[in-house]
């Protein structure tokens, strides 16, 4: 138990702060370099991983029309290119609170709202049922916020694992980084909204064709398509989400915010280890040929 606890305060304390500035690509210490060098582990350009070369990607700034093109923009993005979407995403909290709060309040309503109604209005629906739907309809416009808190309360864990995890590995996931990241994998509960919808809507209809006519052996899985449809494409969001927030992990994991400025060039503040240390997992040793380093120094001993 002993040497668990020691391991585990070593991780705390050798934890690297947002001040530091690192090589995004393998995590060497590059403050105190010439920025027009290269990064002595890996070879990519500091330039690279300065925090200044990060644009950030674009949020809605007109009216509806904007914000529906955005919509149908940033899932897009991040489905063709996540890659290049997690390198040139910005860590300021504001946007990214923003940002997440726009997807998950769209797929709570998509999920919470419209696939209710479109249940209510499914194909088999007699005219009394359809009266009662139409009168419940103002009841289906607040049916979105318990969802809404479902899936905010997943999303909060998912970003308090991967800093629990990249800790663990020595990773660099602060509580802005796991945000921007969470953030810009929430188009993955978009999408699965979108296919909550769809499924709902086929499924209707396909168990509208089972119980009229004769479809043979797919008969009982078409009569379960208004449940089985919308529970796989949930499903399917959530691995989305899920996948997007691994790759932004690894896009991430040594990521530089503004807190990292161009001042780590020209010195290191009194008490930083030099920037001659190697970094986590890297097979260089001191060059006496003694014990290994990690990135923030000598492991100390036992």
Same mark, same amino acid.
């Given at each position: 138990?002993?040497?668990?606890?020691?391991?585990?305060?070593?991780?705390?304390?050798?934890?690297?702060?947002?001040?530091?500035?690192?090589?995004?690509?393998?995590?060497?210490?590059?403050?105190?370099?010439?920025?027009?060098?290269?990064?002595?582990?890996?070879?990519?350009?500091?330039?690279?991983?300065?925090?200044?070369?990060?644009?950030?990607?674009?949020?809605?700034?007109?009216?509806?029309?904007?914000?529906?093109?955005?919509?149908?923009?940033?899932?897009?993005?991040?489905?063709?290119?996540?890659?290049?979407?997690?390198?040139?995403?910005?860590?300021?909290?504001?946007?990214?609170?923003?940002?997440?709060?726009?997807?998950?309040?769209?797929?709570?309503?998509?999920?919470?709202?419209?696939?209710?109604?479109?249940?209510?209005?499914?194909?088999?629906?007699?005219?009394?049922?359809?009266?009662?739907?139409?009168?419940?309809?103002?009841?289906?416009?607040?049916?979105?916020?318990?969802?809404?808190?479902?899936?905010?309360?997943?999303?909060?864990?998912?970003?308090?694992?991967?800093?629990?995890?990249?800790?663990?590995?020595?990773?660099?996931?602060?509580?802005?980084?796991?945000?921007?990241?969470?953030?810009?994998?929430?188009?993955?509960?978009?999408?699965? =909204?979108?296919?909550?919808?769809?499924?709902?809507?086929?499924?209707?209809?396909?168990?509208?064709?089972?119980?009229?006519?004769?479809?043979?052996?797919?008969?009982?899985?078409?009569?379960?398509?208004?449940?089985?449809?919308?529970?796989?494409?949930?499903?399917? =969001?959530?691995?989305?989400?899920?996948?997007?927030?691994?790759?932004?992990?690894?896009?991430?994991?040594?990521?530089?915010?503004?807190?990292?400025?161009?001042?780590?060039?020209?010195?290191?503040?009194?008490?930083?280890?030099?920037?001659?240390?190697?970094?986590?997992?890297?097979?260089?040793?001191?060059?006496?040929?003694?014990?290994?380093?990690?990135?923030?120094?000598?492991?100390?001993?036992?």
């Amino acid at each position: 138990m002993l040497p668990g606890i020691i391991a585990e305060m070593r991780t705390r304390e050798d934890s690297p702060t947002p001040e530091v500035l690192l090589c995004e690509r393998c995590g060497y210490r590059v403050g105190g370099l010439d920025p027009a060098g290269a990064c002595p582990e890996c070879g990519t350009p500091i330039a690279q991983s300065m925090p200044e070369r990060r644009p950030g990607l674009p949020m809605p700034t007109g009216g509806p029309s904007s914000f529906a093109r955005w919509l149908f923009a940033e899932p897009w993005r991040m489905l063709t290119n996540p890659a290049r979407a997690f390198s040139r995403c910005r860590f300021e909290p504001e946007p990214n609170r923003k940002r997440l709060a726009f997807h998950i309040a769209v797929a709570s309503f998509l999920m919470g709202s419209v696939a209710p109604f479109a249940a209510a209005l499914s194909p088999n629906t007699d005219p009394f049922s359809l009266l009662v739907a139409a009168v419940a309809l103002p009841l289906f416009a607040f049916t979105w916020v318990p969802v809404f808190f479902v899936i905010r309360l997943l999303t909060y864990i998912e970003a308090r694992g991967i800093r629990f995890f990249g800790a663990r590995r020595r990773f660099r996931i602060t509580p802005n980084v796991a945000l921007a990241i969470c953030a810009h994998a929430a188009p993955g509960w978009t999408f699965g =909204g979108v296919l909550v919808v769809a499924g709902v809507v086929l499924g209707a209809w396909l168990q509208y064709l089972a119980t009229h006519q004769s479809t043979g052996p797919l008969h009982l899985y078409l009569l379960a398509a208004p449940v089985g449809l919308p529970v796989m494409g949930l499903f399917a =969001g959530m691995i989305w989400f899920e996948t997007m927030v691994w790759m932004g992990v690894r896009k991430c994991r040594y990521a530089n915010t503004s807190e990292a400025t161009s001042e780590w060039l020209a010195a290191e503040p009194r008490g930083v280890i030099p920037a001659s240390d190697p970094v986590p997992g890297s097979n260089q040793a001191g060059e006496s040929g003694g014990s290994p380093e990690n990135a923030f120094g000598p492991v100390p001993g036992p």
